[in-house]
């Protein structure tokens, strides 16, 4: 978590080489480590966000690389989608499954709108 702080920060100052080193740590550490429960695949899926709006987030401060945003976004949604389906009234995996899917067709309007209606 410190690493995703860590990674808010640059972004925040404009530091975006350093936010994406800093994110991209923190989800090689939590994929190092087993992921075998609700809450610790949810903090990957996380980090796996992060990565994604630091890349190219739409309309936000980012390095602008929004094809390469679509890979850690559309893992955190396959991540968080299958943490939905097995408990419905879990609302942090539905706030984070929004925020990988928001995230993602902010992406793809501009580039690929037939996508957006599958995401």
């Known amino acids: 978590m410190f690493l995703w702080v860590t990674a ?3 972004q925040q100052r404009g530091e975006l080489d350093a936010s994406l ?4 740590e923190s989800v090689r550490l939590r994929d ?7 809450r610790q695949r949810m903090r990957l899926a996380h980090f796996l ?4 709006k630091i ?7 980012s390095l602008g690389r929004s094809a390469e945003a679509l890979a850690p976004l559309d893992r955190a949604f396959r991540i ?10 879990d609302q ?4 984070r499954l929004a925020m990988a899917g928001l995230a ?3 992406i793809l309007r501009e580039s690929d709108a037939a996508r957006v209606r599958r995401v």
């Open 55 to 61: 890349l190219g987030q739409a309309n936000g401060i």
């Open 80 to 89: 968080t989608d299958e943490a939905v389906h097995q408990d419905a009234k």
């Open 32 to 38: 190092s480590l087993p992921n075998t429960d609700v």
């Open 92 to 95: 942090s995996t539905r706030g």
């Open 104 to 106: 993602m067709v902010d």
């Open 49 to 52: 966000i992060w990565e994604g």
């Open 21 to 24: 080193s800093a994110i991209q």
């Open 8 to 10: 808010q920060g640059y």
